[in-house]
């Protein structure tokens, strides 16, 4: 039976507050006691958190913040950003998370756009951002939090802007995704349903909170399973490892390249996990393998979206996977491949991924796209239909759904396409490779040639033994033609690549013959 209108709100929100102050509902009512959060700085049970997220909210008010206004935060991992957010979200302001890893003009560009009416940020950041914006320093910040009285009464919408997610920015300048308090609980609802998640649960996650995927895929989905919240500070395979085994984690997600890390060092600790996931970009199948011999755990591997929010599609409980496949689509969602036309293509075809809410199901209707883009102090609607991922890829009979590339950064060398990720996936499964990119490289000829960055360890392979490799497994047209080894490619705090600049790192290539062949 479909849920809507108010029915299907109660089922997102709990039983009781409406919104996201209604995710801690039932854990209130069956275990207050209970650890909610864990950070650097604590811990703090379900009843904390609650007064906690109250006393902020009564501090944003304080501050003149209201239903709408933008809050911007950019503080690590731990109880602070978790209980900013909850405040925000029971006064019905806006949420904008800010990286601590962003340069600082790139941080100013998020706070122009964005335009908030208060920035809470540790006291370094504070001093950086100068008088433009109303930056408070976190000291004074859990000062006004401890001091402050009852938060006043918000008929909060749970359809309204709540936050402000800006897309990695890795092909250009960051967006502004608008979703709403909906569309931010059900994917842990989703989760934790689907998986059979409850009080047992310790989730574990190291990347940033000020990504809002992260924040509803941590304290959201914890809250709505009862479990606990566990906020790693360090990013390192040792630093994860530590955090994992001081803390019980049964559940953590990281990115490739962490999991890489952890398999070549098979550091003690992991014994609790019962569950790892790989997101925010390809994992290689090797990578996979390395890190279920070291730990006996196959990694589950995932597809999501900042416009979803979250997870599209991830590999099901156990060891069932489906190479190269993403995972089974969610049951919520509807993803479906479409040709350049717009219609759907038989399953198994590839096109580009297009997400709509699922038609039947528990979950029927229940999905909303964004509500749109901010743009100019006001969000821009979202445009009707399915939301077009940008992505090529297909779905089959079962539900599998398997990702090719990004349509935007197909190569077309002389009328062809060539798509990176099928190389980058080649070159990854290569002994001594521990980081590749493969882009388009403007040419007068051919409209773009193939360029490739590689991390890799020369005592283990070469350039020329990656030529090779891929001389042995792709068309000729595919090969990459301009090469060069990089320290490190140029990651974003999602582990992916940032790929603006990148045939600025190439040197300049030798003068070519205009009969070269294609």
């Known amino acids: 039976m479909s849920l809507t209108g108010s029915e299907a709100d109660a089922t997102v929100t709990g039983t009781g507050r409406p919104g996201i102050a209604g995710v801690l509902d039932r854990a209130l009512s069956e275990r207050p006691g209970a ?4 950070g650097r700085s604590g811990e703090l049970t379900y009843a904390e958190l609650d007064a906690a997220a109250d006393r902020a909210a009564a501090a944003f008010s304080e501050l003149g913040v209201g239903p709408g206004d933008r809050v911007a935060v950019c503080l690590p991992n731990d109880l602070d950003i978790v209980i900013a957010f909850h405040g925000a979200m029971r006064l019905g302001a806006i949420w904008t998370g800010v990286g601590e890893a962003l340069a600082v003009p790139e941080k100013r560009r998020l706070l122009e756009d964005g335009a908030p009416s208060i920035v809470i940020a540790l006291p370094g950041v504070a001093a950086e951002l100068g008088d433009r914006w109303r930056a408070v320093a976190l000291p004074l910040w859990r000062s006004l939090v401890a001091a402050a009285g009852r938060p006043p009464a918000v008929d909060v919408d749970v359809h309204a802007p709540a936050a402000i997610a800006y897309t990695s920015g890795t092909t250009g300048l960051p967006r502004g995704i608008v979703h709403s308090q909906h569309n931010l609980l059900l994917p842990g609802e989703v989760l934790v349903t689907t ?3 409850g009080p047992e649960l310790r989730k574990g996650d190291c990347l940033p909170l000020t990504i809002l995927n992260m924040m509803v895929l941590t304290t959201l989905l914890t809250a709505r399973a009862g479990g606990v919240c566990v906020l790693m500070d360090r990013r390192d395979a040792e630093g994860v490892a530590e955090w994992i085994g001081d803390h019980g984690v049964t559940h953590w997600n990281g990115v490739a390249a962490q999991l890489r890390d952890l398999a070549r060092r098979r550091l003690p600790g992991l014994a609790c996990l019962r569950e790892v996931w790989s997101g925010g970009a390809d994992c290689p199948e090797e990578v ?7 730990y006996g755990l196959v990694p589950r591997t995932t597809y999501g979206l900042t416009e979803a929010p979250t997870v599209v599609a991830i590999d099901p ?5 489906a190479a190269p496949a993403s995972g089974l689509v969610l049951g919520h969602l509807l993803v479906r491949a479409l040709d350049d036309a717009g219609e759907a293509l038989p399953p198994g075809r590839v096109g580009e991924l297009c997400v709509s809410a699922r ?3 528990p979950w029927a209707g229940r999905w909303r796209p964004p509500l749109g883009v901010w743009s100019g102090g ?3 609607p979202w445009p009707p239909g399915p939301l077009r991922t940008g992505d090529l890829g297909s779905v089959d009979d079962d539900g599998w759904l398997r990702v090719v590339d990004r349509r935007k950064l197909v190569i077309v060398r002389g009328g062809a396409n060539v798509y990176p990720a099928e190389i980058e996936r080649i070159l990854l499964a290569q002994p001594g490779v521990t980081g590749a990119v493969v882009f388009g490289v403007p040419d007068d000829r051919l409209g773009e040639r193939v360029g490739c960055l590689v991390e890799l360890d020369p005592a283990a392979t070469s350039l020329e033994e990656l030529r090779g490799v891929c001389s042995t497994q792709l068309a000729r047209y595919k090969v990459p033609e301009r090469w060069a080894t990089v320290a490190a490619l140029p990651r974003n705090a999602m582990g992916k690549v940032v790929r603006t600049g990148l045939p600025s790192l190439l040197p300049v290539p030798p003068k070519r013959e205009e009969r070269e062949p294609c």
């Open 317 to 321: 409980v156990g060891d069932r996977h």
């Open 359 to 361: 038609p039947d199901g």
């Open 288 to 294: 996979r393998t390395a890190f279920a011999d070291a």
């Open 35 to 38: 650890v909610a959060v864990v």
């Open 195 to 197: 998986r059979g998640w």
């Open 378 to 380: 006001a969000v821009e």
